[in-house]
């Protein structure tokens, strides 16, 4: 259930940022398949691409993986 939280929060800052999925896996360095992966809720990302993905969605990391 947590990463399905943690995937619907990520999908939510990208698109409130007007990203792209392609977008947001380019300015992560990740491929487009493991990105949606990731907003599926399919794959936990790890920590360093949770910074990265943080990074380019210009959001604290504690704002998203914030609980509730």
Excluded: C, W, Y
């Excluded at 990208?14 to 907003?39: H, M, N, P």
């Excluded at 936990?44 to 604290?60: Q, T």
Aim: aromatic letters at 2%; charged letters at 30%; glycine letters at 8%.
């Amino acid at each position: 259930m947590e990463n399905l939280h943690l995937a619907q929060r990520i999908r939510a800052f990208r698109k409130l940022k007007g990203l792209t999925q392609q977008q947001l896996a380019e300015k992560t360095g990740v491929s487009l398949a493991v990105l949606g992966a990731v907003e599926r809720g399919n794959r936990r990302p790890d920590e360093p691409l949770l910074n990265k993905i943080s990074d380019a969605l210009g959001v604290e990391l504690a704002e998203l993986t914030a609980e509730g």
